[in-house]
């Protein structure tokens, strides 16, 4: 089992900047692969991308955050980043992250909200 803590979520004027950080603890070993994805008010959850922890890192981003978004991880402290710059009020949502093992089996973090006013 895989437990996902999510962080760094927060009030941003547009144009501002956020980290946010996903730590992994528990079967951390199995992960194949760590995603963020966020829900907006009335809306459906949107993958935003994507990074494997094994030898080969995949990047796979959604054209919306093409450009400000950026996925990275640091395997030593197990979490995976979102740098978020040039943030929208389109950008608010909670941001979720998601980590799929090698059995393909998903655990989800409980989220972090992000609110960028205009």
Same mark, same amino acid.
């Given at each position: 089992?895989?437990?996902?803590?999510?962080?760094?979520?927060?009030?941003?004027?547009?144009?501002?900047?956020?980290?946010?950080?996903?730590?992994?603890?528990?079967?951390?070993?199995?992960?194949?692969?760590?995603?963020? !994805?966020? #829900?907006?008010?009335?809306?459906?959850? =949107?993958?935003? *991308? /994507?990074?494997?922890?094994?030898?080969?890192?995949? &990047? @796979?981003?959604?054209?919306?955050?093409?450009?400000?978004?950026?996925?990275?991880?640091?395997?030593?402290?197990?979490?995976? !980043?979102? #740098?978020?710059?040039?943030l929208k009020? =389109?950008?608010? *949502? /909670?941001?979720?992250?998601?980590?799929?093992?090698? &059995? @393909?089996?998903?655990?989800?973090?409980?989220?972090?909200?992000?609110?960028?006013?205009?």
């Amino acid at each position: 089992q895989v437990q996902l803590v999510e962080s760094g979520g927060g009030l941003v004027q547009a144009g501002g900047s956020l980290r946010l950080s996903c730590a992994a603890s528990g079967s951390r070993f199995s992960i194949k692969a760590i995603g963020w !994805y966020r #829900q907006a008010p009335g809306k459906q959850r =949107e993958m935003l *991308a /994507v990074i494997s922890t094994g030898g080969r890192t995949i &990047y @796979n981003y959604v054209d919306s955050v093409k450009g400000r978004f950026t996925i990275s991880r640091d395997n030593a402290k197990n979490t995976v !980043y979102l #740098q978020m710059n040039s943030l929208k009020p =389109e950008d608010t *949502a /909670v941001y979720y992250c998601n980590a799929v093992d090698f &059995y @393909n089996v998903e655990s989800w973090g409980q989220g972090t909200q992000v609110t960028v006013s205009s």
